[in-house]
Structure formats: C-alpha cells, structure tokens
C-alpha cells in the first residue's frame, strides 16, 4: 500500500523569506501523480501544485515550486517570499491506482 | 479549476436523527466520488468511494449501514449518516475527479456536523 510521510508537523517562517516542506513517499507504481494541497482555516482543499511521475523537470507554479526525486521518493514543496495568506495546512498527496492518499501535514504559519 | 459544491457547510442534528449532505460536480461529470473525514488537526480519512450507479466501496472500519452513501447520477453523490450520536461529530468533506484517471481531484466545502 502507498504510504506519504511528512515528518515536520509544524514550521513557521518569517514573511517574504523562503520555506521547504518535505514529503517522501512509498509505492510499487511506476505511472503516478504527487499533489499538494492546502487547507487554510475555512478548510477548503485547495490544489497547489501537481508533478506527474515520468516528467523529469520540476512543476512551477508562481511562487510555488517543487523538488521531485524520484528515486529518492521525495517530494518537497518550496514557497518563495512568503505571504501571510499561505498561513494554512499543507498535505501531500499521492494518486495512483488508490484514491488520493494524504499525508498527516504540516501547519505552516507566516509571520509578519 | 472544477467546482464540487458541497452542502449543508454545516449541520446541528438531535443523537438518534440522521443527517444528509450533497456533494455535487458543476462542470463535469463525475463517476466516482470521494468521502473523506477529518477530525481536528489531522488528515483527510477516506471513507468510502462512490460509484454511480454502484455500491459505494467503504474503508476498513467504516460502518456501510451508518454512513449511507447514494451516487444517484453521474453529477451527485449523498452520505447520510443514520442515527447520529455525539461521536460522529466531525467535518466531512466530498471530492470528486474530472477524468477517469489519477489527475488531482477538487473538494467541496466540506460539511461540520454537530450532533448534540
């Protein structure tokens, strides 16, 4: 079974500076998508970036960037100058054969 | 991106009623559709996936004649929860995908329920 990890339950960062989430993941399957997904307090998912398994070449999106190691099973999430509104839940997701399957997140919080 | 709507967002229900909530695609059809649970600061817990025109499929420990799901069309999935008590007390929230493959998948509002 696919299992996602995401080892930092909590991180803060001081706005306009950088922050990396980290995720790793476990599976079997070769053809798969890697999502993550942020939950701010009205606790709407909300998709923040999406890489499918055999593209090579890292998803972008705005400030919103990820690192994708294959091999390594790993899946970081980077956001660039930080703004008070990406204060929110973040969850990595995998989806393969399964429905999605979530990791336990990390409640990153933006201070001014 | 797709819109799923999800309604009530949120419900009081008396223990020992039962409680619906719609989930619903807007702009495309969908075959299958997710249920998930969610208790305070943790993850999103599948349920159970809703087939139209099936059998919902439940997670191991989800109870199939305590959270009724209905996926009546290809744009409409229902849960209810039949005899309510205090522990069922959560946030609910439905997701469903635009196409048939593992693309992302966009959720509903999600739905707090309350049962005193």
């Known amino acids: 079974a696919q299992t996602v990890t995401q080892s930092q339950p909590e991180m803060s960062v001081q706005e306009a500076e950088t922050v990396t989430l980290s995720c790793t993941y476990d599976?079997?399957?070769?053809?798969?998508?890697l999502f993550w997904y942020k939950q701010p307090p009205s606790r709407q998912m909300i998709l923040v970036i999406r890489q499918e398994a055999y593209k090579q070449q890292n998803a972008t999106e705005n400030r919103f960037s990820v690192n994708f190691q294959k091999a390594a099973k790993s899946f970081s999430l980077k956001i660039s100058d930080s703004q008070l509104g990406d204060t929110a839940m973040y969850f990595c997701?995998?989806?393969?054969?399964?429905?999605?399957?979530f990791g336990k997140g990390t409640r990153l919080s933006v201070i001014a | 991106g797709a819109v799923v709507s999800q309604h009530p967002s949120w419900v009081i229900c008396k223990s020992g009623t039962s409680v619906k909530i719609e989930c619903r695609s807007l702009?495309?059809?969908?075959?299958?559709m997710f249920w998930y649970r969610q208790f305070p600061k943790q993850s999103l817990m599948l349920m159970a996936t809703?087939?139209?025109?099936?059998?919902?499929?439940?997670e191991q420990g989800v109870e199939k004649d305590k959270f009724l799901i209905n996926h009546a069309s290809l744009t409409l999935s229902t849960l209810t929860v039949t005899s309510a008590h205090p522990e069922d007390s959560s946030f609910y929230i439905c997701?469903?995908?635009?196409?048939?493959?593992?693309?992302?998948?966009?959720f509903g509002q999600g739905t707090r329920l309350t049962v005193v």
């Open positions: 997701a995998f989806s393969g054969n399964t429905p999605l399957v």
């Open positions: 702009d495309f059809q969908a075959t299958t």
């Open positions: 997701s469903a995908r635009p196409g048939q493959g593992r693309e992302e998948a966009f």
């Open positions: 809703s087939n139209e025109g099936s059998k919902a499929t439940y």
């Open positions: 599976t079997s399957e070769s053809n798969y998508y």
